[in-house]
């Protein structure tokens, strides 16, 4: 959850998803009041009070969108092994991994 806070504080967006590992009502609050951000996690099955089921399926589909995004970026683009000496060389190497992937999904490139 620190890991997650540092993270959505240092590079904001307005909507953020999580899993369930990240299901934090205090965090939630403090995104939203300091950086108008929006935390959205799947329920818990063991919750008390859970969102509507139409809910669920929307945020089921959406992180099964980001989910094969990170297992083609770490399969065919190896994304995990990226090995840089400073931070802005890592941040080039995704860079560049991220235009390679955009431009193949748009069909610009062929893979």
């Known amino acids: ?5 540092t993270v959505m504080t240092q590079i904001p967006h307005p909507y953020n998803f999580g ?3 990240y299901i934090s009502h205090a965090l939630r ?3 939203y009041e300091e950086h108008q951000a929006a935390f959205w996690t799947p329920s818990r099955h063991n919750q008390k009070h859970g969102p509507s089921k139409a809910w669920e399926e929307w945020i089921r589909k959406k992180r099964k969108v980001i989910e094969t995004v990170f297992s083609i970026l770490v399969d065919q ?16 190497a995704l860079d ?3 235009l ?3 431009l193949v999904t748009l069909g610009l ?3």
């Open 1 to 5: 959850v620190k890991a997650a806070e």
């Open 19 to 21: 899993d369930k590992g």
């Open 29 to 31: 609050e403090k995104l």
């Open 77 to 92: 683009y190896r994304i995990t092994d990226i090995r840089a000496n400073s931070i802005a060389g890592f941040e080039v």
């Open 96 to 98: 560049g991994i991220l």
């Open 100 to 102: 390679a992937y955009s």
């Open 109 to 111: 490139v062929e893979r």
